[in-house]
């Protein structure tokens, strides 16, 4: 069954955390904008593409490979320093070496001890100079030179020199990829710009609005879509226009005749022995014109283009109009139904006559098809609405009969379908199975549905008008 009106839908977002309500509407946000996966994408592909540069260039220079390049450089060059240095080492001379060139020094021995830069103690563990390979016991790392005096020398990155090559790198970076995403997210932007046209385009087609079409940015392959829609969008408005026109007039051609039809059984002599034939002859006539009118009105309704002709209505006043309307024709009991209207109903614009035909259909077929032990009965109520529907309201009719299977419950709103004998036309009830199909019309056309639940006893029909 379907759900009732006001129902709240399971997992609602006002049952869970703020946290996770925001972290649902991102994913949701997320996985509906094209624009941002495809933005994602292109984060995730030059990040992918970044890990494997790095990785091909540590795979071809690993551990051992351009140290193997470097070392006897660095070691020629670190013997050129030392002899400038000279024996004994010339404090001034390591001095104007270190403030001179990118390295940093640090004698140790029996008669000189001073360093470059006394407050690191970090430049002899420099990862790029650490060899990944324990030297031998009682050797020298290849970073350290000793002199004749008995002087060691250790060479080392300048401290100064990585303090500085560091200052503002972190948030130059964070800029240039910060401003890559916006670049990348602009140009995707401007690439799916007709997207949006076109979808802002097809729901005004949906609405039944053809008079302006999509507009053509580009000459490519989403303007061509475009340009297609929009053929196709005229191709619909030629056939819905041929439509109406059929349906102006199949009912002019089909209600004249039967109305002469109609005037001309009337006019018949009453004689006892044509009462009965006279009387068949108009009841049948009759039930020609009403199919027609209920076929007509089920495909004007059916159309999602149905233009309603909305204005305010007094819903317990229009429902009191319809029960007198079922009284003058003498349905049984009609005089008793039970009106409940709530104080608190909204102020709705609905299409007065649809809302009439919705009344007349749900009343008159509780009335045929749901004799009980007590009189059937209308509810006028507020509909339960979340914070972003807009006011609605619930007309809700009760028979208290036998009701219907609960296998045929959601198809009596279906088009000329009849469950069973006590609801045929030949069980005195009439019709042919169009009512409930059009009061789900109307109230889908209205912005809202309609509902049927087996009461026990009764069946219980619940249309929402918004």
Known sequence: M????????????GLLPRRLQRRRRWRQRWSHSLRLRLVTLFVVLALAMTAVFLGGFRAAFGS????????PLLSDYMGRVVDEIGSPPSVEKARELAARLPISLRISGPVVNWASDPDDERHRRRDWLTPRVPTAAGEDPWYVRRTADGHRITFGWSPRLMQQANDGFDGVMVALVLGLILLAYGVVHKLLRPLED?????ERFGRGDFSRPIP???RD?????AQHINTVAEDIKRMLDAKRALLLAVSHELRSPLTRARLNAELLPETPEGAAERAALLRDLNEMRDLISDLLEGERLSSPHAALQREPVDLPALAREVMQELVARGLPLAEAVQVDAASDLPALSLDRARVRLLLRNLLANALHHGAGPQPPRLSLHRAPTAPDEPDGVCIEVRDFGPGVPEDQLERLAEPFYRPDSARARGAGGG????GMYLCRLVAQAHGGRLDLRLAKPGLAVTALLR
């Open 216 to 218: 053509l940015r580009r």
């Open 198 to 202: 076109i979808r802002a385009g097809a």
């Open 221 to 225: 392959e989403l303007g061509e879509l």
């Open 2 to 13: 379907r759900p009732r009106p006001g129902t709240p839908p399971e997992g609602c977002d």
């Open 431 to 434: 019709g042919v199975g169009l």
């Open 64 to 71: 051992t490979g351009w140290r193997a390049v470097a070392q």
